[in-house]
């Protein structure tokens, strides 16, 4: 089993930065695929960043070159960093983790709100 928590969102201004951070817990040596969601009341979770253990780092168009996922294997963490965001970013976020037996991870949740 893991368990994920995530944490760092917040109120931020239109072109500002957060970092979200995802902690990660229990059987994390099994984990390989790891990534972050994103969802508001009116649209279905959206993949906002995706990073497999072995393959490559892939990202919604909507948050390219604005959003970048990242990893420290040794603290058991992975994060996003996100600059310049919208109000469209608006969301709650996700941090998400598959294991080797196909089995899914969700953290809570935490919310990003930006907004003048």
């Known amino acids: 089993q893991v368990q994920l928590v995530e944490s760092g969102g917040g109120l931020v201004q239109p072109g500002g930065s957060l970092r979200l951070t995802c902690a990660a817990s229990g059987s994390t040596a099994s984990i390989w695929n790891m990534a972050w969601y994103r969802q508001t009341p009116e649209k279905k979770r959206e993949l906002v960043a995706n990073?497999?253990?072995?393959?490559?780092?892939n990202y919604a168009d909507s948050v390219k070159d604005r959003f970048t996922i990242s990893r420290n294997a040794a603290r058991n963490r992975w994060y996003l960093q996100m600059n310049s965001l919208k109000p469209e970013d608006t969301a709650a976020y996700f941090c998400?983790?598959?294991?080797?037996?196909?089995?899914?991870?969700w953290g809570q949740g935490t919310q990003v709100t930006v907004s003048s």
């Open positions: 998400y983790a598959r294991d080797r037996a196909a089995r899914d991870y």
């Open positions: 990073f497999p253990i072995s393959g490559d780092i």
